[in-house]
């Protein structure tokens, strides 16, 4: 089954190749999912950062993003978050966008550990790492299910699709 859509935008794309080409690396050249996340005005706190709290609203999208490339995302589909935890590095304010780079870190039985990277393009720096698992569950939504081998296959073969990987 073909990707949903391009699960790295075009310009994050070239702006990654640029370094490649350039002779350096990037942190995110190995990653085969690139969201984009424009940082709004409101998402800073009283400390003119961006909120600790906004990271895990960040890491959603990037993993609706991710699981949508797999047609892992809709209404047939059920997985639950059952955990997640987050790393600050460096603090982020209002206007940046940051590119986080999601990929499959484990596959189990009945369970995927997603790990991602918040790159800054004002920075030029990650500001932030982050980890979930996630749950897939039957078609009710009641018991845990297994990770079908043509899913896992997705999984794999969706991370390996990297721009490092395109170069070799």
Known sequence: MPFK?????EHIAQSIQDHLNQGESHP?????????QKVQWGDMDAFAHVNNVRYYDYAQSARIHYLEQLHLFDENSYTILASSSCQYLRPVTFPDTLFIGIRCKKIGNTSIVNEYLFFSQKQQAIVATAETVIVFFDEKGENKRPITDTEKQQFMQLDNNTISHAQS
């Not at 859509?5 to 935008?9: D, G, H």
């Not at 995110?28 to 984009?36: C, P, Q, R, S």
């Open 28 to 36: 995110l050249a190995d990653f085969g999912v690139i969201y984009e």
């Open 5 to 9: 859509q391009p699960a790295i935008n």
